[in-house]
């Protein structure tokens, strides 16, 4: 039995997917095996980034989605908050806040037959400045090329309109 590296590769080779023997099976969690002498690039730090998350989302999925504390709702003066905490999305990913987060409803044009569903969502956004060091062709005295080195991840809160007694939408309680 052969099969495509990355998918069960049962061909000899060690692949994700296999130590390429048939009684293993790769679980979709890899990570960075380290050694002296491995120079760091970064699509090894990346690698070490997604093992952690991959960790992070199994724990989460094998919990069930929901909120597991805070998030406290109010509505004062046609502003919707939603207070710091911590949820797991349905994909197992942790959604978390520190601060609260604030809505304003005043563009909203609800009728008699339309409701709001509140939703916290994941959101992630660069930031930061560092100098790009070592890219061809740049000038060196030209002061160089500069990206965002951190991604922040966070919430972000989203309404959505739903109506009552139409087909395909979800009947108020």
Do not use: K
Not at 29 to 56: S, T, W
Not at 68 to 92: K, M, P, R, W
């Amino acid at each position: 039995m052969t099969t495509a590296a990355g998918t069960g590769d049962t061909t000899g080779q060690p692949s994700s997917g296999s130590d390429g023997t048939p009684s293993t099976a790769g679980g979709g969690i890899d990570r960075l095996n380290p050694f002296d002498g491995l120079f760091l690039r970064a699509e090894h730090l990346v690698r070490m980034q997604d093992y952690a998350l991959a960790l992070a989302t199994a724990v989460g999925a094998a919990g069930g989605p929901g909120v597991v504390e805070g998030f406290e709702v109010t509505n004062s003066q046609g502003v919707l908050q939603i207070g710091g905490g911590l949820a797991i999305d349905g994909y197992g990913r942790p959604l978390r806040s520190g601060r609260a987060v604030a809505l304003p409803l005043a563009d909203l044009r609800p009728d008699t037959d339309t409701y709001w569903w509140v939703e916290v969502t994941s959101a992630a956004w660069e930031y930061g400045e560092s100098a790009v060091q070592g890219t061809f062709c740049d000038d060196p005295c030209s002061g160089g090329a500069t990206r965002r080195p951190y991604l922040a991840e966070g919430v972000r809160l989203r309404l959505t309109p739903r109506h009552r007694g139409r087909p395909g939408q979800p009947a108020a309680r």
